[in-house]
């Protein structure tokens, strides 16, 4: 093992331990820490049952897998992860105690039971006997009731029960269709989960037994799957396949099993047995199981309460209220959208248009993940019904999504889409938009191509932060037409002359360029910014450029399988990591001191992006937007309060400054405010001095910038 390769799993663990670690900091408000708890938790449940599942099957293996990077086998590397886990568990436990001991200041608490006063009491007990009492489905497991099959991530009160002398166990779902939370009258917000309801109900379920012992139970089961071509084969429909699959994951064997409260000795012996799990997969927590309730709880908090305990809402800068037309604006100038500080209704907007303009003939969209209601979809909906040609490549293998994904692919198909479901063996995971105009004078045809970092998905891009650019190059739309006709016939080889595209010349082509910067030596030098660094090549490139001086920035938000600061290696390599209020999501790679190049992309350093999908990465063509990228990035390196320096050891160390604190989400958010302000005192200088121009170009820009004054004064 070469000493500046770390392990990918235990690499993402530290991660999201840093994003646990963000409800510690003073500079966040209460209830942002109790997402941050949250979040920590739901990416912790994902972890298990997508890398601990699917080392758990390479475990089984006849043939023994090592990891590449630090020749750790599927057995050790879960041993690990296990290994690490308790202590991390340990500091959910507290900082979960902690925040919620803050947040009792402000007369917002969580209840147990035994909390309740009277009232409290009688108002539990008449939500129960109306609302739930007839749901429940109580089993006893014994020689004649076998052990039920426990759903993946779904709670369940577990109790040890005794009559007659006789022991047995008694199981009760919390079923995921019961309100997760129960608000308590009063003029605090207090309020109580439903598995802590269910939980104190279990002596009157089970009557007729003395409890001797009960717990709320999670368990965590391996949901990843094979895609194989021989089952597929099987299948006319591939819709009909992915079901298939669907249905398949909810039953695979299961991986961690959690509690709340510690379980006794019999109760886990029992537990274990039944489930067929070892013990050092059993974590006893003192802090709730599931954490999903936060942001619905957050919702009914009164405004006047929770806005000092919240971050101050975002004002998105939104391009498009400041112009007639999106598509003679890109015409004009190039347009590069930075989420979530400028709005995704700007590419909403372009969808419309064009799905109105008489002198658009087609649409094409690649589409991976998409929010609940997507206005995406309603767009290119409207634009086939208006005779455009729409061409959806649909991902159906986006792992959670695949259900949304069919069920927007059939939508799609009724309003006369055409759809094509990508490849068996590849994921479409590009992000990239071609919409095709034939001028009505010239019969020429011209082209409007997004192409960005992220997903057409409204919620997230005000979530994450991520790139969306907007050209109306011809060679760019060219090249996207190739792109998709070699998509359409199933050509994963194709050459274009401004795009990357993984499988085939996505690696190479960015592996060219860091070479290039290798030839200069000392006078060489590498930024990126994506989420996950795993791939072996590009880590031996990376050191071999720090060993011939190339200084090597690398801001990464997630793994990463390469250590820096290591002398004689990766010693001119710094990492840096910046967890904040938004998810950092975008990939850039910039390649040179004077006159860089810069490619954004949607591609990942990690082999599963490189070769084995279908990514695209556009170079900056347009010297303004690759000068405000560059920008933002010098901004991120200077950031000394959400960011963290990576040491040789792989851990996170605060950066030390006792100059000016520099936030680079904080820094954009007023940015953002800024550009609104500007925007709004530009329209309202243009309706103070409408008399300086003729009356009929008064009216227009009254009627037009009029509107905006009053969207701004909304």
């Known amino acids: 093992m070469k000493s500046y390769f770390q392990n990918r799993e235990l690499s993402w663990l530290r991660f999201n331990e840093r994003v646990l670690l963000e409800a510690t900091e003073e500079r966040v408000p209460d209830l942002e820490k109790l997402k941050f708890v949250s979040i920590f938790v739901s990416n912790l449940d994902e972890f298990f049952m997508v890398r601990v599942g699917s080392l758990h099957d390479l475990s089984s293996l006849k043939k023994e897998v090592k990891d590449n990077k630090t020749g750790m086998s599927a057995e050790e590397q879960i041993n690990a992860i296990l290994n690490t886990l308790p202590e991390m568990y340990r500091e959910k436990d507290e900082i979960f105690k902690n925040v919620s001991e803050s947040l009792e200041k402000s007369k917002i608490k969580k209840l147990k039971y035994n909390d309740l006063n009277l009232e409290q009491k009688k108002f539990v007990e008449d939500f129960y006997m109306?609302?739930?009492?007839?749901?429940?489905?109580?089993?006893?497991?014994?020689?004649?009731?076998?052990?039920?099959?426990?759903?993946?991530?779904?709670?369940?009160?577990?109790?040890?029960?005794?009559?007659?002398?006789?022991?047995?166990?008694?199981?009760?779902?919390?079923?995921?269709?019961?309100?997760?939370?129960?608000?308590?009258?009063?003029?605090?917000?207090?309020?109580?989960?439903?598995?802590?309801?269910?939980?104190?109900?279990?002596?009157?379920?089970?009557?007729?037994?003395?409890?001797?012992?009960?717990?709320?139970?999670?368990?965590?089961?391996?949901?990843?799957?094979?895609?194989?071509?021989?089952?597929?084969?099987?299948?006319?429909?591939?819709?009909?396949?992915?079901?298939?699959?669907?249905?398949?994951?909810?039953?695979?064997?299961?991986?961690?099993l959690e509690s709340e409260g510690k379980l006794s000795k019999q109760a886990l012996s029992f537990l274990l047995e039944k489930i067929e799990l070892k013990e050092d997969a059993y974590f006893p927590l003192e802090s709730p199981l599931n954490m999903k309730y936060v942001f619905s709880l957050i919702d009914e908090i009164p405004q006047a309460i929770k806005s000092k305990l919240l971050y101050k809402d975002l004002i998105q800068y939104n391009p498009a209220e400041f112009t007639r037309s999106v598509i003679e604006d890109v015409r004009h100038k190039d347009r590069i959208l930075s989420y979530p500080y400028?709005?995704?209704?700007?590419?909403?907007?372009?969808?419309?248009?064009?799905?109105?303009?008489?002198?658009?003939?087609?649409?094409?969209?690649?589409?991976?993940?998409?929010?609940?209601?997507?206005?995406?979809?309603?767009?290119?909906?409207?634009?086939?019904?208006?005779?455009?040609?729409?061409?959806?490549?649909?991902?159906?293998?986006?792992?959670?999504?695949?259900?949304?994904?069919?069920?927007?692919?059939?939508?799609?198909?009724?309003?006369?889409?055409?759809?094509?479901?990508?490849?068996?063996?590849?994921?479409?995971?590009?992000?990239?938009c071609l919409i095709t105009f034939r001028n009505p004078k010239t019969e020429n045809l011209n082209y409007i191509t997004q192409i960005g970092t992220g997903n057409y998905n409204e919620s997230t891009a005000k979530q994450y932060t991520d790139f969306s650019l907007i050209t109306a190059s011809p060679e760019i739309g060219l090249d996207a037409t190739d792109f998709f006709k070699n998509m359409s016939i199933g050509n994963l080889g194709g050459k274009y002359m401004h795009l990357l595209q993984s499988p085939t010349t996505l690696k190479t082509g960015l592996m060219h360029h860091v070479e290039r910067e290798i030839a200069k030596g000392e006078d060489?030098?590498?930024?990126?910014?994506?989420?996950?660094?795993?791939?072996?090549?590009?880590?031996?490139?990376?050191?071999?450029?720090?060993?011939?001086?190339?200084?090597?920035?690398?801001?990464?938000?997630?793994?990463?399988?390469?250590?820096?600061?290591?002398?004689?290696?990766?010693?001119?390599?710094?990492?840096?990591?910046?967890?904040?209020?938004?998810?950092?999501?975008?990939?850039?790679?910039?390649?040179?001191?004077?006159?860089?190049?810069?490619?954004?992309?949607?591609?990942?350093?990690?082999?599963?992006?490189?070769?084995?999908?279908?990514?695209?990465?556009?170079?900056?063509?347009?010297?303004?937007?690759?000068?405000?990228?560059?920008?933002?990035?010098?901004?991120?390196?200077?950031?000394?309060?959400?960011?963290?320096?990576?040491?040789?050891?792989?851990?996170?160390?605060?950066?030390?400054?006792?100059?000016?604190?520099?936030?680079?989400?904080?820094?954009?958010?007023?940015?953002?405010?800024?550009?609104?302000?500007?925007?709004?005192?530009?329209?309202?200088?243009?309706?103070?001095?409408?008399?300086?121009?003729?009356?009929?170009?008064?009216?227009?820009?009254?009627?037009?910038?009029?509107?905006?004054?009053?969207?701004?004064?909304?």
């Not at 950031?639 to 936030?663: C, F, H, P, Q, T």
């Open 130 to 256: 109306k609302r739930i009492d007839q749901l429940v489905s109580p089993q006893i497991v014994d020689l004649n009731h076998p052990f039920p099959f426990l759903e993946n991530t779904k709670l369940y009160a577990f109790a040890h029960l005794e009559k007659n002398k006789e022991k047995v166990f008694g199981i009760v779902p919390v079923r995921n269709t019961y309100p997760k939370y129960l608000l308590l009258p009063g003029e605090n917000v207090e309020y109580i989960l439903m598995e802590e309801i269910i939980l104190n109900q279990i002596d009157q379920i089970f009557k007729e037994y003395k409890i001797l012992s009960k717990n709320i139970i999670k368990v965590t089961r391996n949901t990843d799957f094979v895609d194989d071509r021989d089952t597929w084969e099987e299948f006319d429909d591939y819709t009909e396949y992915m079901k298939s699959i669907l249905k398949k994951r909810k039953r695979l064997n299961v991986v961690r």
């Open 342 to 432: 400028e709005s995704m209704d700007t590419f909403l907007s372009l969808l419309k248009e064009a799905a109105n303009d008489p002198d658009c003939k087609s649409i094409k969209i690649t589409i991976y993940r998409l929010a609940k209601n997507s206005k995406v979809v309603r767009y290119l909906a409207e634009a086939a019904q208006n005779g455009k040609e729409v061409t959806v490549f649909v991902e159906l293998k986006a792992r959670f999504d695949e259900e949304s994904n069919i069920n927007y692919a059939n939508i799609l198909y009724e309003e006369g889409c055409n759809i094509i479901y990508g490849f068996n063996k590849y994921k479409m995971h590009s992000k990239i």
């Open 524 to 714: 060489g030098y590498i930024l990126c910014k994506f989420n996950s660094l795993t791939d072996k090549d590009f880590i031996e490139k990376f050191i071999e450029a720090s060993q011939k001086g190339v200084k090597v920035d690398l801001i990464i938000s997630g793994i990463s399988c390469l250590l820096p600061g290591i002398k004689g290696q990766s010693e001119n390599i710094r990492i840096r990591s910046i967890v904040g209020r938004f998810l950092e999501h975008p990939r850039v790679y910039v390649f040179g001191k004077e006159n860089p190049v810069m490619y954004i992309s949607s591609a990942d350093l990690m082999t599963r992006n490189t070769e084995n999908r279908v990514e695209i990465a556009t170079p900056i063509l347009d010297s303004e937007i690759k000068e405000r990228i560059l920008k933002y990035l010098q901004v991120q390196m200077g950031d000394n309060v959400g960011a963290r320096l990576m040491n040789s050891s792989g851990e996170y160390e605060k950066i030390k400054d006792d100059g000016e604190k520099i936030s680079s989400q904080s820094y954009f958010v007023e940015e953002a405010e800024e550009k609104n302000f500007a925007a709004k005192s530009k329209v309202e200088k243009i309706i103070v001095d409408k008399d300086k121009v003729g009356d009929k170009e008064s009216e227009k820009r009254e009627s037009f910038f009029g509107k905006l004054l009053k969207i701004f004064k909304k």
